[in-house]
């Protein structure tokens, strides 16, 4: 049975993270991953959970709230006509194979390795985001053919080792293929159900020690962290939405970048010297 205050603690923890989550997400419309992962690793490791697959528990949770909250945000985009189905269509295959690659590469590496990983390309994500530019181009138009067949499958399995859906690594790819940012955030909506569906499937059948997990955890999700997270983020996207309408959120863009390369790079400093 689990401890109640312990499960009082992860409640107030969790939902002051969906809260965060949920706000950051309407008001820069960054992937909720790119913040949750991070922000699990730090509130089990304060709770007294650690252990070699720490990190795959917070990945498996992470990709447990997307499936839900992509999903919604997909039908949303959908009833406004701005999701880009034939980029769906052509990529969903090779995301789906990449996304099972990397729930094994994922359930074999230690939590320190995937540690890195986030580190280093949370590092590039937030780069971008702090000195990207929108007039950036690769191509007319997104990729086919034999390029697509490559970036299909790395696109699926660098978003699960990171826990992140289809916002953090799928805008900016299709911004720089000529996609209508608009068009691109509702398609990248459509990715992250992709992505995250069969890797959450996958995920609830790695084991993960019992002395060292937290309270209903099945398989590597976390059933606290997903419910808490979920009914957070659905009540305070809104007002990001909202404060988006009412200032200029390139600055906070700017400045969200700035925070997300530091905890990239606390993830690294974690990683090497622990």
């Excluded at 650690?50 to 990709?63: E, F, N």
């Amino acid at each position: 049975m689990p401890d109640t205050m312990l499960l009082i603690q992860m409640l107030v923890m969790l939902a002051v993270i969906g809260a965060i989550a949920g706000v950051l997400a309407g008001l820069l419309g960054v992937g909720g991953g790119i913040v949750l992962v991070p922000a699990f690793f730090y509130a089990f490791q304060t709770l007294g959970y650690g252990g070699d697959q720490l990190m795959q528990l917070c990945l498996a949770t992470s990709l447990a709230t997307i499936m839900v909250t992509s999903q919604r945000s997909l039908l949303s985009h959908h009833k406004k006509g701005a999701v880009e189905w034939e980029i769906l269509r052509g990529w969903a295959p090779g995301i789906v194979l990449g996304a099972v690659a990397g729930v094994l590469a994922a359930s074999a590496l230690r939590s320190t390795t995937l540690q890195g990983l986030f580190g280093v390309l949370g590092l590039v994500i937030g780069l971008y985001l702090g000195f990207g530019r929108s007039e950036w181009r690769l191509g007319d138009a997104m990729p086919k053919g034999a390029r697509r067949f490559a970036l299909s499958p790395l696109f699926g399995f660098l978003s699960v080792l990171m826990g992140i859906g289809g916002g953090s690594f799928g805008v900016p790819l299709m911004s720089l293929y000529n996609t209508p940012i608009h068009r691109a955030v509702a398609t990248a909506a459509g990715l992250g159900v992709i992505i995250a569906v069969p890797s959450v499937i996958g995920f609830l059948f790695l084991p993960i020690d019992p002395a060292v997990r937290p309270p209903l955890t099945y398989g590597a999700v976390n059933l606290v962290a997903f419910g808490v997270v979920i009914a957070m983020t659905l009540m305070t996207a809104p007002l990001g939405v909202k404060l988006a309408h009412a200032m200029d959120p390139k600055p906070l863009k700017r400045i969200f970048a700035v925070f997300l390369i530091a905890v990239a790079l606390n993830m690294l400093r974690k990683a090497l010297w622990g």
